[in-house]
């Protein structure tokens, strides 16, 4: 079985394959997958900026009636902050690993999903991502504390599925939705 790392090289490879038509038609099926799924109107939905060919999960700002937030790196902490956004690309800056993340720090207390992105994932509901624990530390953290636990949907292509086994510090996610 492949190390992480190699995991990692060969599925981020794969997906940039994808063309920009391929990425358009795959979110697409995996949003209404999404909704099929789960009940999201007048919830607290964090997103993520999708970068590097990962599904467009920001479709659903104009189909579903949410609070969003996206993710926020602060001082290096490994735990993320989830900054409140409207949907408006100009309210945004360019953060660490120049990934956009809302200019206005309103973060959320409590949220009931969290949309997480995907390297690879496995049948078991664990991802892999790129390697910083920004998600794993973020996610147990939230396990850790909150009362009221947000429900973590991963989202990605198919071709994502892989073989690995998870390590002791990966977080189980309650979903992976694929095309």
Partial sequence: MENKEAIRKTYIFQRNKLSASEIEKKSVNILEKVLQQFSLENKKV?????????????????L?????????????????????????????????????????????????????????FNNENYR????????????????????????LIGVAYKEQLSDFKEERHDCKLDAIITD
Avoid: C, M
Wanted: glycine share 6%; no cysteine; net charge neutral.
């Fill in 128 to 151: 892999i991502g790129y390697g910083k624990g920004y998600y794993d530390t973020t996610l147990e953290y939230f396990h850790k504390i909150l009362e009221n636990k947000p429900k």
């Fill in 46 to 62: 964090a997103l993520y900026f999708p970068v590097k060919n990962e599904v467009n999960i920001l479709r659903l700002l104009s």
């Fill in 64 to 120: 579903v009636n949410a609070e969003f937030y996206l993710p926020v790196i602060q001082n290096n902490n490994k735990v993320l902050k989830f900054a409140k956004w409207n949907g408006k690309e100009d309210e945004l800056k360019k953060g660490q690993y120049n990934i956009l993340e809302p200019i206005k720090e309103e973060f959320a207390e409590n949220l009931d999903y969290i949309f997480v992105p995907i390297v690879a």
